[in-house]
T-cell receptor, first 111, second 116 residues
Framework: GENVEQHPSTLSVQEGDSAVIKCTYSDSASNYFPWYKQELGKRPQLIIDIRSNVGEKKDQRIAVTLNKTAKHFSLHITETQPEDSAVYFCAASNGYSTLTFGKGTMLLVSP | SQTIHQWPATLVQPVGSPLSLECTVEGTSNPNLYWYRQAAGRGLQLLFY??????ISSEVPQNLSASRPQDRQFILSSKKLLLSDSGFYLCAWSYWDGSLRPNGYTFGSGTRLTVV
């Protein structure tokens, strides 16, 4: 089955800096890669996703890049703000099975 | 629009007592439904998923069970809770359009279960 590795487990940045979270996956058939943000005590919420037919997708300060050859994808957050502090999960799916989640990255943005 | 409801929000139960958590989805038909558990820490552990009424797949053997008595209803149960069952339980749904094109999950607001 699919295996998703996520790094780093914790990331501390200063407000205004950029943050990058990286994930690798094992199943070359995976074709859908969502990212979730989970604030303390709340539900995970989908913030951006990418399918295998594109290499990059942007939504304001958030972008996701996908390298299918290397089987890795990354979340980029620019101009970080304290409200970006949360746990971020990457995930992957090939459509035949459930989403496989990474173990999460705790992002701390200091004012 | 689609909404997912999960209740109760918090629950404190003694060891050995039964459990029933309910999740319902509105505004869609034949959703894929999921139960996740999140222990202290961050990981999302898939417990059960269902692609249709009465169809349940178990990912982790344990003293929990799931049922889907109606198209948009998903229930997580236990006959006797253990201390290790404490955690944050999340129901989720995803859209199924009849193809193998995967879609993102929408999570319910979660139930924080403490077994004492």
């Amino acid at each position: 089955g699919e295996n998703v590795e996520q790094h780093p487990s914790t990331l501390s940045v200063q407000e205004g800096d950029s943050a990058v979270i990286k994930c690798t996956y094992s199943d070359s058939a995976s074709n859908y890669f969502p990212w979730y943000k989970q604030e303390l005590g709340k539900r995970p919420q989908l913030i951006i996703d990418i399918r295998s037919n594109v290499g990059e997708k942007k939504d304001q300060r958030i972008a996701v890049t996908l390298n299918k050859t290397a089987k890795h994808f990354s979340l980029h957050i620019t101009e970080t703000q304290p409200e970006d502090s949360a746990v971020y999960f990457c995930a992957a799916s090939n459509g035949y099975s459930t989403l496989t989640f990474g173990k999460g990255t705790m992002l701390l943005v200091s004012p | 629009s689609q909404t997912i409801h999960q209740w109760p929000a918090t629950l404190v139960q003694p060891v050995g007592s039964p459990l029933s958590l309910e999740c319902t989805v509105e505004g869609t038909s034949n959703p894929n439904l999921y139960w996740y558990r999140q222990a202290a820490g961050r990981g999302l552990q898939l417990l059960f998923y269902s692609v249709g009424i009465g169809q349940i797949s178990s990912e982790v053997p344990q003293n929990l069970s799931a049922s889907r008595p109606q198209d948009r209803q998903f229930i997580l149960s236990s006959k006797k809770l253990l201390l290790s069952d404490s955690g944050f339980y999340l129901c989720a749904w995803s859209y199924w359009d009849g193809s193998l094109r995967p879609n993102g999950y929408t999570f319910g607001s979660g139930t924080r279960l403490t077994v004492v």
